[in-house]
T-cell receptor, first 107, second 115 residues
Framework: DAKTTQPNSMESNEEEPVHLPCNHS???????IHWYRQLPSQGPEYVIH???SNVNNRMASLAIAEDRKSSTLILHRATLRDAAVYYC????????FGAGTRLTVKP | DGGITQSPKYLFRKEGQNVTLSCEQN?????MYWYRQDPGQGLRLIYY???????QKGDIAEGYSVSREKKESFPLTVTSAQKNPTAFYLC??????????????FGSGTQLSVL
């Protein structure tokens, strides 16, 4: 079973920031936190990952709680193309996904 | 270009028939994975392989079989024992075993339907 918990759905307005939460209370010390997103009828694509420190890349930022039991994916300015299902997973040998969060972006 | 290729894009299965979904990667990745996705649902792990000639069952392995004879190939067979095979099947790979820092690369998927 997946080891992460995410809300089923979230909504955002275009060009506003979006904070997508993920709980992973059973995380082990060596588990990296990975985020992927999936557009309709496509395979998921990598977004960002981190271990302990906050991370930034061209797509998003990842904020990791000090106890590492939760994390937040931050899209700084949501666009219509960011509408997708976002998955938070703990990267270990079996790579199990949960149901993810379906993000709707309103114009 | 490097990547993961899944074929065919669409596949139809007759009742009682076994079908095989192809997954090939030229990324030199050791680990490969098969997932099943039902409409509106998340990904469920079927099988995974960390190294050639070795693989493990995921959460929903019943009715499926795999082989890993070559590093670049990880075919999935949907057997007649899988009574509800209609779904979107995704293959993925990642870099050498033990690197939890490594990200997954996904293929474009195969949509399997029952006639």
């Amino acid at each position: 079973d997946a080891k992460t918990t995410q809300p089923n759905s979230m909504e955002s307005n275009e060009e506003e920031p979006v904070h997508l939460p993920c709980n992973h209370s059973t995380i082990s010390g060596t588990d990296y936190i990975h985020w992927y997103r999936q557009l309709p009828s496509q395979g998921p694509e990598y977004v960002i990952h981190g271990l302990t420190s906050n991370v930034n890349n061209r797509m998003a930022s990842l904020a990791i709680a000090e106890d590492r039991k939760s994390s937040t994916l931050i899209l700084h300015r949501a666009t219509l193309r960011d509408a997708a299902v976002y998955y938070c997973i703990l990267n270990n040998n079996d790579m199990r996904f949960g149901a993810g969060t379906r993000l709707t972006v309103k114009p | 270009d490097g990547g993961i290729t899944q074929s065919p894009k669409y596949l139809f299965r007759k009742e009682g028939q076994n079908v095989t979904l192809s997954c090939e990667q030229n990324l030199n990745h050791d680990a490969m994975y098969w997932y099943r996705q039902d409409p509106g649902q998340g990904l469920r792990l079927i099988y995974y392989s960390q190294i050639v000639n070795d693989f493990q069952k995921g959460d929903i392995a019943e009715g499926y079989s795999v082989s890993r004879e070559k590093k670049e190939s990880f075919p999935l067979t949907v057997t007649s024992a899988q009574k509800n095979p209609t779904a979107f099947y995704l293959c993925a790979s990642s870099a050498p075993t033990g690197g939890s820092n490594e990200k997954l690369f996904f293929g474009s998927g195969t949509q399997l339907s029952v006639l």
